[in-house]
């Protein structure tokens, strides 16, 4: 399995911006669909963003297009989430995820062969 580290979390006001990373190691980061996944306090953890292993398609929560961009580096073995126009309702915890799946199919969930980070709080307040 690939390990995976998040960092760039933190608090930052409304209207502001973050940016998240997560870097891998342990396999070939290429052979990976990567995305992120978010949990606020008292809800289930969701899908965010996911990201072919070219990078060449990107998938995002419909409520989510257009503030939050998903990206990776394979030569760095990291993917990023790039958040703007944060709100407080994007406060949770953030996790990278790895997996075998299809990008388009990430939003349904993690596999059993899949890996998930430790993750990173970000916080926004009003």
């Known amino acids: 399995q690939v390990q995976l580290v998040e960092s760039g979390g933190g608090l930052v006001q409304a209207g502001g911006s973050l940016r998240l990373s997560c870097a891998a190691s342990g396999r070939t980061f290429g052979d990976y669909t990567m995305g992120w996944f978010r949990q606020a306090p008292g809800k289930e953890r969701e899908f965010v963003a996911a990201v072919t292993w070219r990078g060449d398609s990107t998938y995002y929560q419909d409520s989510l297009k257009g503030r939050f961009i998903i990206s990776r580096d394979n030569a760095k073995n990291t993917v990023f989430l790039q958040m703007n126009s944060l709100k407080p309702e994007d406060t949770a915890v953030y996790y990278c995820?790895?997996?075998?799946?299809?990008?388009?199919?990430?939003?349904?969930?993690?596999?059993?062969?899949?890996?998930w980070g430790q993750g990173t709080q970000v916080t926004v307040s009003s």
């Open positions: 995820a790895a997996d075998f799946s299809r990008a388009a199919d990430l939003r349904f969930g993690v596999s059993s062969r899949g890996s």
